[in-house]
């Protein structure tokens, strides 16, 4: 397949990985990409978070206009308004994203057609230890499953549709975030 020469094969932009990919096979510091995220409270659970910069090799490489907002907020039970999802459910959102357009891609490199692609993700919690009730118990999650449902526009390709699954399943950056050790740092600034 010519990823130049394809045009937008289940609305993926072949092209622009293919751009991508040559890029960082001339340039393998490019490869070094941070996605930023930043929050202002906004009093009580409720947090707005800009998304505008993405960086590759220390440049941010965003345009100018580039800039997202989502909320966050709690349920009442934990507080909340519930204006918003809560962080847990914008991490599952976020799984979500990745595995759709994962599968959407991989299902355009495969030559499918598709017709849908729904993800459901659940995440498990004791919240036991983030309660404070059961300081043994974790804070973090316990499980997470997820049930992708595929139709493709030419029925005989069901096997096209498990390698579009199975090949995110292995490669979802956002799969492996959730699944491998992390190394986490973290600083706090104390304004005066």
């Known amino acids: ?15 622009n990985i293919g751009s991508l990919i ?19 409270w906004q009093g009580g659970t409720r947090t707005e978070v800009t998304v505008d910069e993405v960086h590759s090799n220390n440049a941010n490489i965003s345009s100018p206009d580039r800039q997202f907002k989502l909320y966050v907020d709690e349920p009442p039970y934990l507080g909340g308004n519930d204006s918003a999802p809560n962080p847990v459910e914008t991490v ?13 891609s991989n299902a355009a490199l495969f030559g499918t057609e598709l017709e849908k692609i729904q993800v459901e993700v659940d995440v498990r919690f004791d919240v036991h230890g983030v309660l404070g009730l059961n300081k043994a ?56």
Not at 1 to 14: I, K, R, S
């Open 1 to 15: 397949m010519d990823l130049a020469t394809d045009t937008l094969p289940n609305g993926v932009n072949l092209a």
């Open 92 to 104: 599952a959102a976020g799984l979500c994203g990745c595995l759709t357009a994962g599968i959407a």
């Open 137 to 192: 118990a974790p804070n973090g999650a316990i499980g997470l499953h997820y049930k992708v449902t595929l139709k493709a526009k030419d029925p005989l390709l069901a096997d096209k549709l498990i390698r579009s699954k199975e090949t995110i399943d292995r490669k979802s950056p956002v799969k492996q975030t959730l699944e491998l050790p992390l190394h986490i740092t973290t600083e706090v600034v104390i304004e005066q």
């Open 22 to 40: 040559d890029a960082i096979t001339t340039s393998p510091a490019l490869a070094d990409v941070v996605f930023k995220a930043r929050s202002q």
